[in-house]
């Protein structure tokens, strides 16, 4: 089906018509339509065409009033102020439009006009390391990010770039070589079926378990013995050349620590798919040709022996300029040779037009140098660009940084169990006397409002700011939360259900709507508009905001207007119906963009 105008597409485009007929002089003029408390939408451009034409801004809009066609969309339209135009469409212009909406499975949402392909980088656990709660945000941002371009009709692929490589591994594989009892065999060759989820969860937990005794182990050791230490550097470059039974113990490291992380991305309801993980030894081919070409081409240069690129605006604390170090001295590649092999891969191999990555703010300087340089050489440029969707802190209650009673950093499986129990215990208080859910009934709902909780505290945060990680607001009944939302779709449909087959949700353009009816409707037409602004600027944070004013939108709705007991009769209860069934609608397509499940019965 095709995308459906929104009514504040079709009131500009009647205004812009109207204008075009009444001024011809003025050309091609925009009315400047916006949402208005005065009336349903107000037309200000009538003040710059009067500045343009040089005539009186109140006759100029009395004209352009005068051109409106007579119709079904506009039932009153007034001349106000020096001459702004307020607009109040009709009760059946509006339900005509929700209901073409209703009628289309994507509710009205167009597909983006020229969908491109975006490599969304998210996720970035480190190999041989505990998931904290620093990872949350850019898995969560990054996952939903992913769901609405995806929604929008873009490609979308999915990069994990892990942390695979480096000094450390050298340590843990001579470790290991010299102590090969220590890493369980089942657990490290994935022998447990990872399509259950209570294996997985359990091979998690204890992938994990090993993982942290061999480092914990390993880092004794190379910290009290020289020789150990020493070894454990020649075995960094065997490493490095691809030593065969090197290369098998460091598999193993990375296929232990993969099913942790996936425990942990199954618990947050995310589906992590193995080729999209390509950690930072994927591109390790690539690494020499890039310092090639970034050295022939001049963008970089040798300074001490590194391959340098330098920038006239990043300078030190004493005023000389600060470099990306692409190649050390001692020939090392760092961070930044692997991820400017990774834009060339993305670029040239996967054809992207855009890179988003979804990275702690405090990386910002290093991205901003690294797509510099790949703007140099000419691997992005005005047709394909990169963006760093820089995410804040999550802070405990107190304002500071989250951390544990001890100073520690809190592992995010902890964070998540807890917020589970906390759901589930609202939950279970909530269903108590009202509905009759069973254990596992209550332990599924559970889950879902706590991860829900979790996830909606993060994505109706700007992604740039910090925000606090406070449990017991996450999981309340009031205020601006993913529990609200939840339970305001599961009221519908309660509704929905009690209303039976006797009762169905019919539109009525006929039927006049009361304020409560028509402010409801009025929000649930932006949905479309709403989501082509989220997409164009990677803004989960705005799609939140209209859901929970949806959910407001509808209580006040729900508790102004009867439905299956409205005083019009049976026509008037039927369109009441259709408002209810077409909130749930947009509450479940909006919920699920943003990765949070909307259970039917709470």
């Known amino acids: 089906m095709a995308s459906v105008p929104s009514l504040a597409a079709t009131v500009h485009q009647r205004l812009a018509d109207a204008l075009s007929a009444a001024l011809p002089e003025a050309g091609a003029a925009d009315p400047l339509l916006r949402r208005s408390d005065r009336a349903d939408f107000q037309a200000n451009g009538m003040l710059a065409l009067a500045k343009k034409l040089k005539g009186n801004p109140r006759e100029l ?165 020289e020789e150990f230490k020493e070894r454990s550097r020649r075995r960094v470059v065997d490493l490095q050349a691809g030593d065969e039974e090197t290369i098998a113990l460091w598999r193993k490291f990375v296929d232990e620590s993969k099913i942790y992380f996936y425990s942990v991305f199954d618990k947050l309801d995310m589906d992590i798919r193995d080729p999209d993980v390509v950690g930072e030894s994927g591109y390790n081919d690539m690494l020499a040709e890039t310092c090639r070409l970034l050295e022939e081409s001049g963008v970089a240069v040798r300074s001490e022996g590194a391959l340098c690129v330098f920038f006239d605006d990043v300078k030190g604390p004493d005023g000389n300029p600060v470099p990306l170090i692409v190649q050390k001295s001692d020939g090392g590649f760092g961070y930044a040779a692997t991820d400017l092999s990774a834009i060339r891969d993305r670029v040239q191999n996967l054809q992207a037009d855009s890179l988003v990555y979804v990275v702690d703010a405090r990386q910002s300087l290093h991205f901003k140098m690294v797509f510099e340089t790949a703007r140099r050489i000419g691997w992005l440029n005005e047709k394909t660009h990169a963006y760093q969707l820089a995410f804040g802190t999550v802070l405990g209650k107190n304002g500071k940084p989250f951390k544990t009673r ?107 709507l009361a304020p409560a009816e028509r402010a409801l409707g009025l929000h649930l037409d932006q949905f479309a508009e709403i989501l082509r602004e989220v997409a164009a600027g990677y803004e989960p944070h705005k799609l939140a905001a209209y859901l929970y004013q949806l959910a407001s939108f509808y209580t006040t709705f729900y508790d102004k207007c009867l439905v299956l007991k409205a005083e019009g009769g049976p026509a008037q209860v039927e369109n009441r119906l259709f408002l209810c069934d077409l909130t749930a609608r947009t509450l479940h397509q909006g919920m699920d963009l943003l990765g949070i499940r909307t259970p039917e019965r709470l």
């Open 61 to 225: 809009a009395a004209k352009v009033v005068e051109s409106l066609p007579a119709g079904e969309l506009i039932a009153d339209i007034e001349v106000s102020g020096p001459g702004f135009l307020n607009i109040t469409v009709s009760d059946e212009a509006i339900v005509k439009t929700l209901a073409a909406r209703a009628a289309d499975a994507r509710l009205g949402v167009p597909y983006a006009e020229s969908p491109g392909t975006t490599v969304v980088d998210y996720a970035q656990p480190n190999v041989a390391k505990e998931m904290h709660v620093g990872h949350l945000r850019s898995a969560v941002i990054g996952d939903a990010v992913v769901r609405i371009l995806e929604f929008a009709g873009e490609k979308v692929v999915r990069r994990h770039h892990i942390g695979d490589w480096g000094t450390q591994f050298g340590m843990l594989i001579q470790y290991l070589l010299e102590h090969p009892h220590e890493l369980d065999h089942k657990a490290a060759t994935g022998d447990q079926g990872a399509g259950d989820d209570k294996d997985l969860a359990a091979s998690g937990e204890e992938a994990m378990s090993n993982l942290n005794r061999l480092y914990k182990a390993a880092r004794a050791l190379f910290d009290s013995d």
């Open 406 to 512: 001890e100073g520690e950093t809190v592992r995010l499986v902890d964070l998540l169990d807890e917020a589970i129990e906390r759901a589930t215990a609202v939950v279970r208080e909530k269903s108590e006397g009202k509905i009759d859910l069973t254990e596992e009934e209550i332990a599924e709902r559970g889950a879902q409002v706590g991860i829900g909780a979790v996830k909606y505290a993060d994505l109706s945060t700007s992604a740039a700011r910090d925000y606090k990680f406070d449990l017991d607001q996450m999981v309340s009944l009031n205020g601006d939360t993913s529990v609200y939302l939840q339970y305001a779709y599961a009221r519908i449909q309660s509704i929905l259900r009690l209303a039976g087959e006797g009762q169905n949700p019919v539109a009525h353009p006929e039927l006049p």
